[in-house]
């Protein structure tokens, strides 16, 4: 058998997991990007509101 023969039962197998398990993660980074683009933007709108929330206080 050549490697080629023998990679058919593994993706067979595993193929539709994979392709779910790949889609689920795709799914899941848009939404993380969204929440972190929405973070960012309230980060900057409390900044804009209360201007030393974010910053370091040395004692």
């Given at each position: 058998m050549t490697?080629?023969?023998l990679?058919?039962?593994i993706l067979s197998?595993?193929?539709f997991p994979v392709m779910?398990?790949?889609?689920?993660?795709y799914r899941l980074e848009r939404k993380l990007d969204l929440m972190i683009e929405v973070l960012?933007?309230?980060k900057a709108d409390s900044t804009k509101k209360h201007p030393n929330l974010f910053t370091?206080?040395?004692y």
């Open positions: 490697s080629f023969e990679w058919i039962p197998e595993y193929g779910v398990t790949l889609y689920l993660l960012h933007q309230l370091k206080q040395h």
